[in-house]
């Protein structure tokens, strides 16, 4: 049984527990047993209201159960759209007043279910989320969620939501209208309890915003927001804007069929596949075990380093309730790095990501430090100095020499191998990589890198302390720029010697924004800097002089101070509008070849080349951790599913020949 009825002086309770699982989801069998429990609530004439709550501890419902949506068959998804239709539709149609007590995860199928409520109250935890991310995972809400939240909170509120995926903290579903009030989890019961007092819910009625100028309007505007900002390439968005448009008039059973109808066609393409996929490798990533260890707990951590990465991870960090001490021999570099730190909680707060409260506590979270500071009390400490191995070398034999033997030391070294600081460090077993990458708090991933001398112990340790404050782990073998690093440069490389031997920048980085990417070469490079980008390539070529050397034209532009974005030029001219190609850049190319044809599925190959070279020295242990870290450390487009995804089963393009003009 995943469901419990109880009455009590007319109130009947409605309690969602699944059986031998940690989350409430949403299949088959949970479904009929929620059919068969209100067939035998609506017969009976002495409840007078309904409370839909959940024991479990951190989730409500976290929507429908994925592993057995991917692998249903189109007549048996069907059967599962009808169900959940027919099941919410009971549950909306009930005589008598329902309220859902939302605490936890309320996802997906989750909220399609309150939505079917008539009253919805939610705790104030931190722990709450609510939303409909299903256009992420290449599909839409179809058990109603697409019909009834238009027709609840009017469609330019509704829009965002579903064609974003994102989630959102209780406060911000109250403002939006998801959810009718907030209440501290203690009073949550209760609180839901007085809204059945208000009897049914009376229906919504937006009859401006629902007229059809301005649903035609809103739908236009809507049309041209998502083609600007995903070319095209993902369609559940675009199906779902249709849908919903569609959903504010007409009777609901039409709106239902439509959206049954756009879910399965949007289950049968490839970029849906990709997007299933790579929800079940994040999936792993968070849950997945290191069996052979087990994990000490951190929390107390100290950073050496208040740079842009220094102090975006002791953000990152105060923020998931760590004790940080951040450390700098510089004053000037601390007082930046606090700067920093204070500029990224007052956003987060204006946000309202955080609440004022929470921003406050976290910066008390950061200690301060210009001199020597104690570790004894530190479980981890990770070095984020500048990248010089030097440097490094003299700081980590003073940090393992004044830390506790049980102390991680770990390095956030973007390129450096670990076994050249090994030495440096007593007991090396406990040396490790931490590879963050920048922004620390937009980005997911972090690769964490094992030495030969990195014990289980400790591997096991940093893989809990990554997922614990909220990050995807990778686990990567030892090697010059471990593992995104070193396949995303001969892809950098090759962008850099097309443009040195005559290629039109815009022409290199638009084929790669028409494949998908966020953001072409050329760009990037000047967004990374291309000095920064020169460092980790010298060490990359250094390892692989085959193919990693550096164009000529990248060490002009760093020699001549043109360091990209934060020097105002680079590859491009940076100041008010649209960055233009710098003429500095043009005047250093040393030929008149126009960009080759198929320029993206090119470059496509040359990471895809470099993964297989990975794959085969163990740098990393699948294929599937490979296209998932250059998922999310590059942002290789999800909807191709990672580079050796997107590259299996197609020819191999030749490399030479045709010119586009």
Known sequence: ??????????????????????????????????????????????????????????????????????????????????????????????????????????????????????????????????????????????????????????????????????????????????????????????????????????????????????????????????????????????????????????????????????????AALPETTSLMRLFHLTERARKHSLAHAEPHPIDRVAVIGAGVMGSGIAYWLSTRGIEVILQDVSDSALAQGYQRLTKNYETSRRKHILTTTEAARGLDRIHLSSGKIPLDRCQLIIEAATENLDIKKTLFADLASRSHLHTLLATNTSALPLRDLAPSVTQPSRLVGLHFFNPVHRMQLVEVVRTPDTSDETLATAVSFVRRIGKLPVVVRDSPGFLVNRILLPYLVAAAEVFEKGGNPKVIDDAMLQYGMPMGPLRLLDEVGLDVALHVARTLAAAFPDRMQIPAVVEKLVASGHLGRKSGEGFYRYGKGHPEPSETALRLRTGTEAAPLALATRFAFLMADEAKRCLREGVAESADDIDLAMVLGTGFPPFRGGPLYATSGTPTPPFHHEHSH
């Open 1 to 266: 049984m995943n469901l419990s009825l109880t009455h009590l002086h007319g109130l009947a309770t409605l309690t969602l527990d699944r059986q031998g699982s940690s989350a409430n989801l949403l299949d088959r069998a949970t479904l009929e047993e929620l059919r068969a429990t209100l067939d035998t609530l609506s017969k009976d004439h002495s409840v007078t209201g309904l409370l839909v709550r959940s024991a479990k501890p951190t989730i409500f419902i976290a929507g429908a159960n994925l592993d057995k949506l991917t692998n249903a068959s189109g007549s048996e998804l069907a059967e599962l759209i009808d169900l959940g239709h027919q099941v919410f539709n009971q549950l909306a149609e009930l005589a008598i007043p329902t309220v859902a007590a939302i605490h936890g995860a309320c996802v997906g199928g989750g909220l399609e279910l309150a939505l079917a409520c008539d009253w919805r109250v939610a705790s104030d935890s931190a722990k709450t989320r609510i939303g409909l991310p299903e256009t992420q995972l290449g599909i839409l809400p179809a058990w109603g969620g697409s019909t009834r939240l238009p027709r609840l909170v009017g469609l330019p509120t509704a829009l965002p939501l579903v064609l974003s995926g994102k989630l959102l903290k209780a406060t911000s579903a109250q403002r939006k209208g998801l959810v009718d009030a907030v209440a501290p989890l203690q009073r949550l019961e209760p609180h839901a309890i007085t809204f059945l007092q208000k009897g049914k819910r009376p229906p919504h009625h937006h009859a401006a915003l629902h007229h059809p100028l301005s649903v035609a309007i809103i739908r236009r505007k809507a049309h041209a927001d998502l083609l600007e900002k995903t070319r095209g390439h993902y369609p559940a968005p675009l199906s779902a804007l249709e849908v919903m448009c569609r959903a504010v008039s007409g009777p609901i059973a039409a709106s239902f069929a439509r959206e049954k109808a756009a879910l399965l066609r949007l």
